[in-house]
């Protein structure tokens, strides 16, 4: 259900105009997580001002490198009124890489920390940028702005929820949703 939710989210994030999606050609499609080097050989190969670094000891990292850009990359953004694509920039800055399969709460959270990030999904050759508009939205509504709907506020407690159980770990989690202990236990 969490992921259906994550998913439901990030479909109201575009239709709601508040996602910049850019795409950038690489080229050639992803290998496996094996094929890490691979990886970070086909993304060496990015146009002029775009740069990638894959990390090749990823164990359990919340991501599986970075992918940084020093030109606006061209992209585009849903306008609600009109439900038509409209042409917007995201200027210079950096996004964490997700390569391969991921799960929609994993995208929700790396906007929600980051304000982006960049996928390159299985069988694309395509590297896809997607940011929050502003950057900082859901952070704001995670510190207190109020977020612009019922799911989005909802969004925001859902992210909580995620970052709460990386930070305490999965058993910890689970011993937390039986009672059997509480979050003042889990933080001392």
């Given at each position: 259900?969490?992921?259906?939710?994550?998913?439901?989210?990030?479909?109201?994030?575009?239709?709601?105009?508040?996602?910049?999606?850019?795409?950038?050609?690489?080229?050639?499609?992803?290998?496996?997580?094996?094929?890490?080097?691979?990886?970070?050989?086909?993304?060496?190969?990015?146009?002029?001002?775009?740069?990638?670094?894959?990390?090749?000891?990823?164990?359990?990292?919340?991501?599986?490198?970075?992918?940084?850009?020093?030109?606006?990359?061209?992209?585009?953004?849903?306008?609600?009124?009109?439900?038509?694509?409209?042409?917007?920039?995201?200027?210079?800055?950096?996004?964490?890489?997700?390569?391969?399969?991921?799960?929609?709460?994993?995208?929700?959270?790396?906007?929600?920390?980051?304000?982006?990030?960049?996928?390159?999904?299985?069988?694309?050759?395509?590297?896809?940028?997607?940011?929050?508009?502003?950057?900082?939205?859901?952070?704001?509504?995670?510190?207190?702005?109020?977020?612009?709907?019922?799911?989005?506020?909802?969004l925001t407690e859902f992210i909580n929820w995620i970052a709460t159980g990386r930070l305490l770990g999965p058993k910890r989690m689970r011993l937390m949703m039986r009672g059997e202990v509480s979050f003042a236990d889990s933080a001392?």
């Amino acid at each position: 259900m969490g992921q259906l939710f994550a998913l439901r989210c990030l479909a109201g994030l575009w239709m709601e105009g508040m996602l910049t999606i850019a795409e950038v050609k690489v080229g050639t499609k992803p290998g496996r997580d094996a094929k890490r080097q691979g990886n970070q050989q086909a993304l060496d190969n990015l146009p002029t001002g775009v740069s990638a670094t894959v990390d090749t000891n990823q164990r359990g990292a919340d991501d599986d490198g970075q992918v940084r850009w020093k030109i606006p990359l061209n992209g585009h953004f849903n306008d609600p009124q009109t439900c038509h694509s409209q042409a917007e920039t995201i200027t210079q800055n950096w996004a964490p890489l997700e390569i391969g399969n991921t799960d929609a709460s994993n995208t929700c959270f790396h906007l929600a920390r980051s304000g982006a990030i960049a996928r390159w999904p299985y069988g694309d050759e395509t590297l896809t940028v997607i940011q929050t508009r502003p950057r900082i939205l859901i952070q704001r509504w995670r510190f207190g702005h109020p977020a612009s709907d019922e799911v989005m506020d909802d969004l925001t407690e859902f992210i909580n929820w995620i970052a709460t159980g990386r930070l305490l770990g999965p058993k910890r989690m689970r011993l937390m949703m039986r009672g059997e202990v509480s979050f003042a236990d889990s933080a001392g």
